[in-house]
């Protein structure tokens, strides 16, 4: 069986607050819908395979890579032999497709492999997440992050996209320009700075909330992952996770090498899945403990912050 | 057992070795006490009653979070609650905990809390301010907390260990080191009241236990660094467990190694590396210590064919200028391969060397780090001196029972 992802390359706008609305690419999952930040999250299941189509509404050239999803990427020269592309482009107006087998569970990029340094700041990245065999989203008793026997069952499940914005990036970028130092004066986490990130989802061009709900007990799975391009320290205030596993590989396997953590640090591209137990009731702060990237151009609070409600 | 820790945040002024004083906010362990960076170790046991009594001295609201520890509760006056994060007008948050209120707020507020917890893991572990996080941390309210295990007795060495007996993580002296950056221009424009840009943030020194290098090897408690009370000089015996406890005060990355050595990692976080039957401890030789984490290692030196009959000696043999610190013409170096023996040196250089005792490096490998406003040496940069058998003494790097240690 082969599913069908269709996912466009546009142009749009995101709101940053405290700020006008800015200039951003992202990826949409229908011709009519607009771009969004991050892209739209896909949940497939282990052995599925994926025929994604990519069309490109964006002034140049653009294509897509997965991160940890084992490939044969097609690398593209110009002319002169650069190296321009780590796949299969879709030119202006054109699409591209990819083929790819979801082989293994977890929570996997994707991205722009086209000038990625300024495509990928730009907005083109998103999620696919990978369910266990026998993953039914209809039966909480079957939920785990990596299937039987890697401890990994969960009551909740949030996934948090670490990312960064360059405004100053965004506008030349956008205005087909070169940008210059790369210097973010805001942090993401599922596209959205605090406070916006405890809102909840929406129908906007940032539709995910990073704000958590549980109840006392229950467990949590957290699925971080940084595609940003700096490092990113996520704390959680409070609790004490098991690291069950790093870059979609369990950490329980035949032995049992989970560890635990209050604060972890993801390098671009890296991920972490961690897994507690909602303490009691009340509200745990869940920050980046780089605390540069806990502001909104400068003003604190803002950024990398999100918060747990326990119920 | 009931432990009370009184703590004054306060304002003061820290020395680096290239002539600079820099404001800082740090806390105190004693109501007419100097602020310190970082803040007072504080050495408890697991299963204890925590009190931490936090008087705010500073021109805004303070507060302090406990990472890795369960159930801490506040105290205002009015009894305890669990610690909530704060938020004001429109729902934004103001402090990720209960704090401590400003002396001229004229909402007057209590000054003073007290937060309150019974830890139930040893390990070591940070604490750090709650409010104004971007600010506060980085001018210097940040500190180190070590949770001794419940069945700890320094006297018997199965249980003199970091996380109980039979974990593996018996130690004959322990160090701390609790690392961090200074960015000068943060320090002047908070004290001068000016406005600054998280987004410039630049550092320009590294703290090592609150100093700079060459001052990190300079005894704990010297009168003239009267606000930076720790040491960072390592010492040991050949064949000692040494326990290292690194622990990242700041919110830069630093890689810590010791030359030419390893070290095995036993604890994360004040979490031991183990689930039930299987060790997870492993070894390294750089350890990347991220902002917020906590590293327990081990460090064994035993030196290459190191046999305290037959082999008396190290066998590596350095480079003078190796071992040189602060200016040239002064040296670590014994003079000599043999442990505990003296030789001679060049006429002119300067011997730092008490009685043939070994000395290498432990710095960070990120070199920019091991300056002082880009200058070598400096920041993130130590020793470690290996001593002859039987000649160190009891009391280096045994760090007080179970007290807050007082400046
Ligand atoms: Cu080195």
Same mark, same amino acid.
């Given at each position: 069986?082969?599913?069908?992802?269709?996912?466009?390359?546009?142009?749009?706008?995101?709101?940053?607050?405290?700020?006008?609305?800015?200039?951003?690419?992202?990826?949409?999952?229908?011709?009519?819908?607009?771009?969004?930040?991050?892209?739209?999250?896909?949940?497939?299941?282990?052995?599925?395979?994926?025929?994604?189509?990519?069309?490109?509404?964006?002034?140049?050239?653009?294509?897509?890579?997965?991160?940890?999803?084992?490939?044969?990427?097609?690398?593209?020269?110009?002319?002169?032999?650069?190296?321009?592309?780590?796949?299969?482009?879709?030119?202006?107006?054109?699409?591209?497709?990819?083929?790819?087998?979801?082989?293994?569970?977890?929570?996997?990029?994707?991205?722009?492999?086209?000038?990625?340094?300024?495509?990928?700041?730009?907005?083109?990245?998103?999620?696919?997440?990978?369910?266990?065999?026998?993953?039914?989203?209809?039966?909480?008793?079957?939920?785990?992050?990596?299937?039987?026997?890697?401890?990994?069952?969960?009551?909740?499940?949030?996934?948090?996209?670490?990312?960064?914005?360059?405004?100053?990036?965004?506008?030349?970028?956008?205005?087909?320009?070169?940008?210059?130092?790369?210097?973010?004066?805001?942090?993401?986490?599922?596209?959205?700075?605090?406070?916006?990130?405890?809102?909840?989802?929406?129908?906007?061009?940032?539709?995910?909330?990073?704000?958590?709900?549980?109840?006392?007990?229950?467990?949590?799975?957290?699925?971080?992952?940084?595609?940003?391009?700096?490092?990113?320290?996520?704390?959680?205030?409070?609790?004490?996770?098991?690291?069950?596993?790093?870059?979609?590989?369990?950490?329980?396997?035949?032995?049992?090498?989970?560890?635990?953590?209050?604060?972890?640090?993801?390098?671009?591209?890296?991920?972490?899945?961690?897994?507690?137990?909602?303490?009691?009731?009340?509200?745990?702060?869940?920050?980046?403990?780089?605390?540069?990237?806990?502001?909104?151009?400068?003003?604190?609070?803002?950024?990398?912050?999100?918060?747990?409600?326990?119920? | 057992?009931?432990?009370?820790?009184?703590?004054?945040?306060?304002?003061?002024?820290?020395?680096?070795?290239?002539?600079?004083?820099?404001?800082?906010?740090?806390?105190?362990?004693?109501?007419?006490?100097?602020?310190?960076?970082?803040?007072?170790?504080?050495?408890?046991?697991?299963?204890?009653?925590?009190?931490?009594?936090?008087?705010?001295?500073?021109?805004?609201?303070?507060?302090?979070?406990?990472?890795?520890?369960?159930?801490?509760?506040?105290?205002?006056?009015?009894?305890?609650?669990?610690?909530?994060?704060?938020?004001?007008?429109?729902?934004?948050?103001?402090?990720?905990?209960?704090?401590?209120?400003?002396?001229?707020?004229?909402?007057?507020?209590?000054?003073?809390?007290?937060?309150?917890?019974?830890?139930?893991?040893?390990?070591?572990?940070?604490?750090?301010?709650?409010?104004?996080?971007?600010?506060?941390?980085?001018?210097?309210?940040?500190?180190?907390?070590?949770?001794?295990?419940?069945?700890?007795?320094?006297?018997?060495?199965?249980?003199?260990?970091?996380?109980?007996?039979? *974990? @593996?993580?018996? =130690? &004959?002296?322990?160090?701390?080191?609790?690392?961090?950056?200074?960015?000068?221009?943060? #320090?002047?424009? $908070?004290?001068?009241?000016?406005?600054?840009?998280?987004?410039?943030?630049?550092?320009?020194?590294?703290?090592?236990?609150?100093?700079?290098?060459?001052?990190?090897?300079?005894?704990?408690?010297?009168?003239?660094?009267?606000?930076?009370?720790?040491?960072?000089?390592?010492?040991?015996?050949?064949?000692?467990?040494?326990?290292?406890?690194?622990?990242?005060?700041?919110?830069?990355?630093?890689?810590?190694?010791?030359?030419?050595?390893?070290?095995?990692?036993?604890?994360?976080?004040?979490?031991?590396?183990?689930?039930?039957?299987?060790?997870?401890?492993?070894?390294?030789?750089?350890?990347?210590?991220?902002?917020?984490?906590?590293?327990?290692?081990?460090?064994?030196? *035993? @030196?290459?064919? =190191? &046999?305290?009959?037959?082999?008396?000696?190290?066998?590596?043999?350095?480079?003078?200028? #190796?071992?040189? $610190?602060?200016?040239?013409?002064?040296?670590?170096?014994?003079?000599?391969?043999?442990?505990?023996?003296?030789?001679?040196?060049?006429?002119?250089?300067?011997?730092?060397?008490?009685?043939?005792?070994?000395?290498?490096?432990?710095?960070?490998?990120?070199?920019?780090?091991?300056?002082?406003?880009?200058?070598?040496?400096?920041?993130?940069?130590?020793?470690?001196?290996?001593?002859?058998?039987?000649?160190?003494?009891?009391?280096?790097?045994?760090?007080?029972?179970?007290?807050?240690?007082?400046?």
């Amino acid at each position: 069986m082969v599913t069908n992802i269709d996912l466009w390359a546009k142009s749009g706008s995101i709101i940053l607050p405290g700020r006008d609305p800015l200039p951003f690419w992202g990826f949409s999952g229908s011709a009519g819908a607009g771009a969004q930040l991050p892209g739209p999250r896909y949940d497939v299941m282990e052995g599925e395979s994926l025929h994604i189509t990519l069309s490109n509404q964006l002034p140049g050239t653009t294509s897509l890579v997965l991160s940890g999803v084992e490939f044969t990427p097609q690398p593209v020269k110009d002319g002169q032999g650069r190296f321009v592309s780590y796949n299969t482009e879709a030119a202006p107006g054109g699409s591209a497709a990819y083929d790819i087998v979801a082989a293994r569970p977890g929570v996997f990029l994707y991205q722009s492999g086209t000038a990625p340094e300024t495509q990928v700041q730009m907005g083109l990245y998103g999620v696919i997440v990978v369910r266990p065999l026998g993953y039914d989203p209809g039966n909480p008793s079957t939920w785990s992050g990596y299937g039987p026997g890697t401890g990994t069952e969960f009551d909740v499940e949030k996934v948090l996209v670490i990312g960064e914005v360059d405004t100053a990036w965004h506008e030349e970028i956008a205005g087909g320009g070169t940008p210059s130092d790369y210097d973010p004066g805001y942090f993401t986490l599922n596209g959205r700075s605090y406070p916006a990130t405890v809102d909840p989802d929406d129908a906007s061009s940032q539709p995910y909330g990073s704000g958590m709900a549980a109840a006392p007990g229950q467990r949590i799975l957290l699925r971080i992952i940084n595609a940003g391009f700096l490092n990113h320290t996520l704390s959680l205030d409070g609790v004490t996770a098991r690291v069950v596993a790093g870059d979609s590989w369990p950490l329980k396997t035949s032995i049992d090498t989970t560890y635990r953590k209050n604060t972890i640090t993801l390098g671009s591209g890296q991920s972490y899945d961690l897994l507690f137990t909602a303490p009691a009731t009340g509200k745990y702060v869940i920050y980046d403990r780089d605390l540069n990237h806990v502001v909104n151009a400068n003003q604190f609070p803002g950024g990398i912050i999100t918060i747990l409600e326990v119920t | 057992m009931l432990r009370n820790v009184d703590l004054w945040t306060r304002d003061g002024f820290f020395s680096t070795p290239d002539g600079s004083s820099i404001y800082f906010w740090g806390l105190a362990s004693r109501e007419d006490g100097k602020a310190q960076l970082p803040g007072p170790l504080i050495v408890v046991q697991q299963g204890d009653t925590v009190r931490i009594n936090l008087t705010n001295t500073l021109p805004e609201a303070t507060s302090l979070l406990f990472p890795g520890q369960e159930g801490v509760t506040v105290d205002d006056g009015t009894g305890p609650r669990p610690v909530q994060p704060r938020f004001g007008p429109g729902g934004v948050l103001t402090s990720f905990t209960d704090y401590a209120d400003y002396p001229d707020n004229p909402m007057a507020n209590p000054t003073r809390v007290t937060y309150a917890f019974t830890p139930e893991n040893p390990g070591t572990y940070l604490y750090w301010s709650g409010t104004n996080v971007h600010r506060q941390v980085l001018m210097g309210l940040h500190g180190c907390l070590i949770v001794r295990p419940a069945d700890y007795d320094e006297s018997v060495p199965a249980r003199r260990t970091a996380y109980g007996e039979g *974990t @593996g993580t018996e =130690f &004959d002296r322990e160090y701390v080191l609790v690392l961090a950056e200074v960015d000068p221009e943060l #320090n002047y424009n $908070v004290e001068h009241g000016f406005p600054y840009r998280v987004r410039d943030y630049k550092p320009r020194y590294w703290t090592m236990n609150g100093r700079c290098a060459v001052d990190t090897m300079l005894p704990s408690g010297v009168g003239y660094l009267p606000t930076q009370p720790y040491g960072s000089m390592i010492t040991a015996e050949p064949g000692e467990k040494v326990l290292f406890r690194y622990a990242g005060g700041g919110i830069e990355n630093h890689p810590l190694h010791p030359h030419g050595n390893h070290t095995r990692i036993v604890g994360l976080d004040g979490r031991l590396l183990r689930n039930g039957a299987t060790d997870l401890s492993y070894k390294r030789f750089t350890v990347l210590v991220g902002p917020g984490q906590t590293y327990d290692q081990i460090f064994i030196w *035993t @030196g290459l064919g =190191f &046999d305290p009959v037959t082999h008396p000696i190290p066998t590596v043999l350095p480079q003078l200028q #190796n071992l040189a $610190v602060g200016h040239a013409g002064n040296t670590l170096w014994s003079g000599s391969a043999y442990l505990g023996l003296k030789g001679d040196l060049p006429v002119g250089v300067a011997d730092l060397n008490d009685m043939g005792e070994y000395y290498f490096m432990l710095h960070s490998h990120e070199e920019v780090q091991i300056t002082n406003w880009g200058k070598y040496p400096g920041g993130l940069m130590t020793m470690v001196a290996v001593f002859p058998s039987g000649r160190l003494g009891e009391r280096h790097g045994r760090i007080p029972y179970t007290e807050s240690v007082p400046v």
